[in-house]
C-alpha cells in the first residue's frame, strides 16, 4: 500500500490561510485517487476536497470557495491551500489514497485504504 505522510498544519487566526502537504511513497499503481478529510472534537470524519486519477477535483460545500486541492505528479504530493479559515474548521486533516477511479466518490470515507496519520489545525476565533 501507499505510504501518506500530512504536514502543514498548525495553529492559524480565524481569516488566515494554511497550505497543507501529503506525501505519498510506495505507489504500486500508475496512479491514485486522493482526498482530504478532516475530524472535529467529537464529530465524525468527514470528506473537504478530493481529485480523481483524472484530476478532476471535488469539493464539499463547506471547502467551496475557500479551499483549493492540487496534486504535483512528479513529486507524488497532494496539496491543499485553505484560505479565509474558520474556528468551525479546527480539526485533525487526514490524506487517503485508493488506485481506484473514484469520480462521484472522491468524498466518500470508505472508499479509501490507505490513510495518513493526520495533520491537527486549531483556528482560533
Not at 4 to 9: D, F, K, Q, R, T
Not at 31 to 38: I, N, V
Not at 47 to 52: C, L, N, P, R, S
Amino acid at each position: 500500500q501507499v505510504q501518506l505522510v500530512e504536514s502543514g498544519g498548525g495553529s492559524v487566526q480565524a481569516g488566515g490561510s494554511l497550505r497543507l502537504s501529503c506525501a505519498a511513497s510506495g505507489y504500486t499503481y500508475s496512479g491514485y485517487s486522493m482526498g482530504w478529510f478532516r475530524q472535529a472534537p467529537g464529530k465524525e470524519r468527514e470528506g473537504v476536497a478530493g481529485i480523481d486519477r483524472d484530476g478532476r477535483a471535488t469539493y464539499a460545500d463547506s471547502a467551496k470557495g475557500r479551499f483549493t486541492i492540487s496534486q504535483a505528479s512528479a513529486t507524488h504530493t497532494l496539496h491543499l491551500q485553505m484560505n479565509s479559515l474558520k474556528p468551525e474548521a479546527t480539526a485533525m486533516y487526514y490524506c487517503p489514497a485508493t488506485p481506484a477511479f473514484l469520480s462521484g466518490g472522491l468524498l466518500s470515507e470508505p472508499r479509501y485504504i490507505s490513510w495518513g496519520q493526520g495533520t491537527q489545525i486549531p483556528v482560533s476565533s
